[in-house]
């Protein structure tokens, strides 16, 4: 909700009682892809190596891992064209989708979408269905 302004400068200042730290700062223009419809599926792709030595043990290498969020939404049929528009425009371009509002943290995700689809399944609305994957983290 920050206005537009161009060549704005804008600034953050973070303070507290111990060291802070920032993970990232996402700026950009939102666009509404629908209400969230019930049984949204959160969750995690891990890239750690887990393999069992010759003495059985289990050998643990700790990487990265990506959050994931498959959603379906309802759109109106109106916004239909719009909406893949946007979607085609940053299908290789990372952003903050936030699945629900005033929800779960683990809804929120800054990363890419691996597909989508919609279902033009009513005379006025339609579902919006989408596997969003995260930056590694």
Do not use: W
Not at 6 to 27: F, H, R, Y
Not at 87 to 107: D, K, T, W
Not at 110 to 115: A, S
Request: proline content about 3%.
């Amino acid at each position: 909700n920050l206005p537009r302004y161009q060549d704005c400068e804008i600034s953050i200042t973070l303070t507290g009682p111990t060291d802070i730290a920032v993970g990232d700062i996402v700026m950009g223009m939102s666009f509404d892809l629908g209400r969230t419809l019930s049984n949204p599926k959160i969750s995690m792709r891990d890239f750690s190596d887990k393999e069992y030595n010759r003495f059985g043990a289990m050998d643990i290498i700790t990487r990265g891992f990506a959050k994931k969020l498959d959603i379906k939404t309802d759109i109106e049929n109106i916004d239909v064209d719009a909406i893949a528009a946007q979607l085609n425009r940053f299908r290789a371009a990372p952003c903050v989708f936030i699945g629900a509002e005033n929800s779960y943290a683990s809804m929120i995700v800054y990363g890419t979408y691996n597909n989508y689809d919609i279902d033009v399944a009513h005379a006025r609305r339609s579902y919006l269905n989408m596997s969003i994957q995260g930056l590694t983290q």
